[in-house]
Nanobody, 112 residues
């Protein structure tokens, strides 16, 4: 059974940084892309970033380009999201996705 577990969320002042982690287990997922999404209160879930862990290529939503960096560690079955220059509008539950599998999410709250 596939399990996706996120961690690293928290409360941070505007302009600060957080690093989210996502670890997958129960699946030989070494060759599939993994991605981060987020959902703010009252809004739909939206794409944040994706990494192709074979080619090493990445893709970002326009709203986070230049501030967020996605990376992966295939040996640890993990992907990470380094978030810098955080803004209040980044406040959301952040979810990790592998194919049709989702984690439970981790809360990120940015205050002024």
């Amino acid at each position: 059974q596939v399990q996706i577990v996120e961690s690293g969320g928290g409360l941070v002042r505007s302009g600060g940084s957080l690093r989210l982690s996502c670890t997958a287990s129960g699946f030989a997922f070494g060759y599939y892309p993994m991605s981060w999404y987020r959902q703010a209160p009252g809004k739909e879930r939206e794409f944040v970033a994706e990494i192709d862990r074979v080619a090493g290529t990445t893709n970002y939503a326009d709203s986070v380009k230049g501030r967020f960096t996605i990376s992966g560690d295939n040996h640890k079955n993990s992907v990470y999201l380094q978030m810098n220059s955080l803004k209040p509008e980044d406040t959301a539950v952040y979810y990790c996705r592998l194919l049709s599998h989702w984690g439970q999410g981790t809360q990120v709250t940015v205050f002024l």
